[in-house]
């Protein structure tokens, strides 16, 4: 809406656009931090001028798909300055509606073999090379993860790598927010539909809500109106899942492949577990 916004005052200066409309599209951008019902505006000035601001290489970044450099800040040291602690979860909220959630403990774990959470802040004298075709790039906000310095082959799941960041708040997990989201409560805990679930919070929750449950609103619903079990042989679905053009395309498709190094055959086999035992869970 702001580039929106931005255009029309740009190319058609009516008079119906306030100086106030006008004040907000020449804004600069904003990332908000959310914690206890407060809310932290910090622009990419306020960031960029921040003494912990470090040069950093990232060899493989997910967006980009090769070594990326960056001006960055460790994302616990900003969290810590604004009050927030390794309790529950943070949430990521991007511009385009993906919004995946965090473990706070992931984000504050310092030990040398996890890898490790850095704000990289885009410049506004130096903007980072376009991801669509409209021209927009992985800022002003992204979080990246450089590897721990005993693990250097470890890096965090392809979903854990938000750009376009607009808000980061502190919350509790998803599955106390959206309780819709859990498997039958009397499934044992051994039923691979509990390891399933755990893999659709990281894989798959960012972009999907399961009976209404969840913040994202990039993909489709899960379970509402019928389950992708319902209408995909296991097969197909796992096809869909590997690599979606497989299957289908479509203008504007987001949707990335998983390959077995991110999930494994096991683990697709205990994801669909889940979502076919969340058909006997549709809320309507």
């Known amino acids: 809406m702001t580039r929106l916004i931005l255009l029309l005052a740009l190319l058609l200066p009516m008079p119906g656009i306030t100086a106030t409309a006008r004040a907000a599209a020449d804004a600069p951008p904003t990332l908000e931090l959310q914690r206890d019902g407060q809310i932290v505006r910090l622009t990419p000035a306020l960031l960029l001028a921040r003494p912990d601001l470090a040069r950093i290489t ?5 967006a980009y798909k090769r070594a990326m450099d960056y001006r960055a800040l460790p994302l616990r040291n900003l969290l810590r300055d604004n009050g927030f602690t390794a309790e529950g979860t943070f949430n990521f909220l991007a511009l385009d509606g993906f919004a995946v959630p965090i473990d706070a403990a992931r984000v504050f774990n310092e030990a040398s073999n996890s890898p490790q959470p850095w704000l990289a802040v885009e410049e506004p004298s130096a903007p980072w090379p376009a991801l669509s075709p409209d021209g927009s ?16 082959d470890t890096t965090a799941p392809p979903e854990h790598w938000p ?5 980061i708040e502190q919350t509790i997990p998803p599955e106390q927010r959206y309780p819709q989201i859990l498997p039958d409560l ?19 929750i960012a ?3 399961i009976n209404g449950g969840g913040d994202a609103v990039l ?14 042989t296991a097969a197909f679905l796992k096809k869909l899942i590997r ?9 504007g ?10 999930l494994s055959d096991e683990e697709l086999d205990a994801l669909l577990a889940y979502l076919n035992a969340m058909v006997k869970q549709r809320q309507p």
């Open 58 to 62: 990232i060899p493989n970044d997910v």
């Open 137 to 152: 790039s992985a800022g002003p906000f992204y979080l990246v993860w450089r590897a721990g310095k005993d693990a250097p």
């Open 163 to 167: 750009f376009q960041i607009a808000v």
């Open 186 to 204: 009397t499934l044992p805990k051994h039923h691979p539909a509990w390891e399933g679930f755990a893999l659709y919070k990281t894989h798959c």
């Open 207 to 209: 972009c999907h809500k």
């Open 219 to 232: 993909g489709p619903d899960l379970n509402l109106p019928h389950n992708p079990t319902e209408y995909f």
């Open 243 to 251: 690599n979606p053009a497989q299957v289908r395309k479509w203008n």
């Open 253 to 262: 498709m987001k949707m990335p492949g998983f390959d077995a190094q991110t």
